[in-house]
């Protein structure tokens, strides 16, 4: 499948970069590479481009994208460890930081990554698919008072406490296996639901796949060790989509303010 990924708030994030052509720009989000195509654009060959991806796949593709630029050091890894990423590069300060937050489009549409509540594949939800820990593996091995707490708070889901039950009493006659599967278990905990506020296992599958990412816990620090690596005058720009990342990411700059 083809890596698509429209870069969201593109123009936003190139202006609010305020890219200096031989600065040195670390994408922590490289994914289909379309912010970092455009800060390559605005780099002089004494520039450079870090890009960093947990997905493996997306790195192979963005160093195709972005061939023709030399001027880039690919890491497979997490925006988490920005700080001893840049230690092991021998690189103290940074011009500017890129964080796009959140699963790629790609992610969401490749059916064995196991994303999506709309398509029918094994429960994986792994953005580096290198580490142990999958969705199949949170739904079938942790306790419901943990299911239950997870789903509320990380998916803000009000019949947390049903679905994660539906689950447990599921899994006791058989694995729970494929996204369908939990799909189903969902709708049947969920008496009703407003069409209008999007599928029934929308928040269910947000809470699992951050979960199995680690998305929330380490934010607070990853923005404090990101401007901590800033020059003087460096720009940090990080897209949040959900209340989750931005409430982190708010209590991280209003902290490092004080």
Known sequence: ???????????????????????????????????????????????????????????????????????????????????????????????????DLGVSSYQIDTEKRGFSYMLNSELDMRMDQTQKLTAKEVINQYKEEELSKIIYEYGEEKFAKQIAKNIVEKRKKAPIETTKELVDIIRQAVLYYDKNAGHPAKRTFQAIRIEVNNEIEPLYNTVKNAIERLKQGGRLCIITFHSLEDRAVKKAYNDALR
Not at 16 to 45: C, M, R
Not at 82 to 96: A, N, R, S
């Open 1 to 99: 499948m083809e890596f698509k990924h429209k870069p969201v708030l593109l123009e936003e994030c190139i202006q609010g970069l305020n890219i200096n052509p031989d600065g040195i720009y670390v994408d922590g989000t490289l994914g289909g590479a379309g912010h970092s195509l455009e800060i390559l654009k605005k780099l002089s060959p004494k520039g450079m481009l870090i890009g960093i991806d947990r997905d493996i796949e997306a790195l192979e593709v963005a160093k195709q994208k972005l061939k023709q630029y030399p001027n880039v050091k690919y890491v497979h890894g997490n925006h988490d460890d920005i700080k001893e990423i840049l230690e092991k590069l021998q690189i103290d300060k940074v011009d500017g930081i890129l964080l």
